[in-house]
């Protein structure tokens, strides 16, 4: 099977729609529209990645694609757990749309991190976990 | 006041996987790099994690990835470091499951010099 075949099969796998449509049921706070628009966002954020994938026609380039978007995936992601999270922690309260967002998109991430190679995945997260070290320990060796 | 029985914590270092089994919290013991020695059934009950697809991996890099943070990752390697780790704090788990709002306390006991996460549901 090609590449765009199983990122199609994956990505659009009715049962990621189920689980989306679960965690913002449980969002009780909010109102239809606001779930609404939720729904539409995390969905863009999957179409616009399979609509690239159904136009390369290059296996290599598309795995190299599917990384990089899974690495713009886990950066945003990581930056709005973060963002929600010293929200929590200082006020006690966070912003109940950046939870929702962040549950959303990790149901993404968990998708696409199927399609690719376990290897690729785990170098990534392991970068993408501490991006600077390697900068702070070359300050500390040279002071 | 804490959602567990502060007793609970001189009990920590001898705590077989029963005992811990039989706690209404999360109890996870880990190494001093974060790896879990011990997933308890209420943590894998709320995480969607089995015991065995979390022990052995890392934490809050592998099992727990949105605590890989200076907010919980650090202040742990940060207490590993000084020898003294006892801090709790109100988090949200949201990574592959339904957004749940916890109370996270992180423990160091000096004698064993074993490590705990424990974890409460907010209400």
Same mark, same amino acid.
């Given at each position: 099977?090609?590449?765009?075949?199983?990122?199609?099969?994956?990505?659009?796998?009715?049962?990621?729609?189920?689980?989306?449509?679960?965690?913002?049921?449980?969002?009780?706070?909010?109102?239809?529209?606001?779930?609404?628009?939720?729904?539409?966002?995390?969905?863009?954020?999957?179409?616009?990645?399979?609509?690239?994938?159904?136009?390369?026609?290059?296996?290599?380039?598309?795995?190299?694609?599917?990384?990089?978007?899974?690495?713009?995936?886990?950066?945003?992601?990581?930056?709005?757990?973060?963002?929600?999270?010293?929200?929590?922690?200082?006020?006690?309260?966070?912003?109940?749309?950046?939870?929702?967002?962040?549950?959303?998109?990790?149901?993404?991430?968990?998708?696409?991190?199927?399609?690719?190679?376990?290897?690729?995945?785990?170098?990534?997260?392991?970068?993408?976990?501490?991006?600077?070290?390697?900068?702070?320990?070359?300050?500390?060796?040279?002071? | 006041?804490?959602?567990?029985?502060?007793?609970?914590?001189?009990?920590?270092?001898?705590?077989?996987?029963?005992?811990?089994?039989?706690?209404?919290?999360?109890?996870?013991?880990v190494t001093d790099d974060?790896t879990?020695?011990?997933?308890?059934?209420?943590?894998?009950?709320?995480?969607?994690?089995?015991?065995? +697809? @979390? %022990?052995?991996?890392?934490? $809050? =890099?592998?099992?727990?990835?949105? #605590? !890989?943070?200076? &907010?919980?990752?650090?202040?742990?390697?940060?207490?590993?470091?000084?020898?003294?780790? +006892? @801090? %709790?704090?109100?988090?949200? $788990? =949201?990574?592959?499951?339904?957004? #749940? !709002?916890?109370? &996270?306390?992180?423990?160091?006991?000096?004698?064993?010099?074993?490590?705990?996460?424990?974890?409460?549901?907010?209400?």
């Open positions: 099977m090609k590449l765009v075949d199983v990122l199609r099969l994956r990505l659009t796998d009715p049962v990621l729609e189920v689980i989306w449509d679960e965690m913002l049921a449980g969002w009780g706070t909010a109102s239809d529209e606001e779930r609404s628009m939720l729904r539409g966002w995390v969905r863009r954020k999957r179409d616009d990645f399979l609509a690239f994938a159904a136009e390369c026609v290059d296996e290599e380039e598309l795995e190299q694609y599917a990384a990089l978007q899974y690495i713009e995936l886990r950066a945003h992601w990581q930056g709005i757990n973060n963002r929600l999270n010293y929200a929590m922690v200082t006020a006690g309260s966070t912003d109940p749309r950046l939870v929702y967002r962040s549950a959303l998109m990790s149901q993404l991430l968990g998708a696409l991190e199927g399609v690719l190679d376990p290897a690729s995945v785990s170098r990534i997260m392991t970068f993408l976990s501490e991006p600077i070290v390697v900068r702070r320990r070359d300050e500390e060796a040279a002071a | 006041m804490s959602f567990f029985d502060p007793q609970i914590l001189s009990q920590l270092p001898a705590a077989s996987r029963e005992f811990a089994n039989a706690q209404p919290f999360g109890i996870v013991k974060g879990v020695q011990m997933y308890n059934t209420w943590e894998a009950e709320m995480a969607g994690v089995a015991p065995r +697809d @979390a %022990e052995g991996k890392n934490f $809050f =890099t592998q099992v727990a990835p949105c #605590t !890989n943070n200076r &907010l919980v990752f650090g202040k742990f390697k940060d207490g590993v470091a000084r020898g003294s780790l +006892d @801090a %709790e704090f109100n988090y949200t $788990f =949201t990574y592959r499951m339904k957004p #749940t !709002n916890v109370v &996270l306390r992180l423990v160091r006991d000096p004698k064993s010099k074993s490590n705990w996460v424990l974890v409460g549901k907010k209400n």
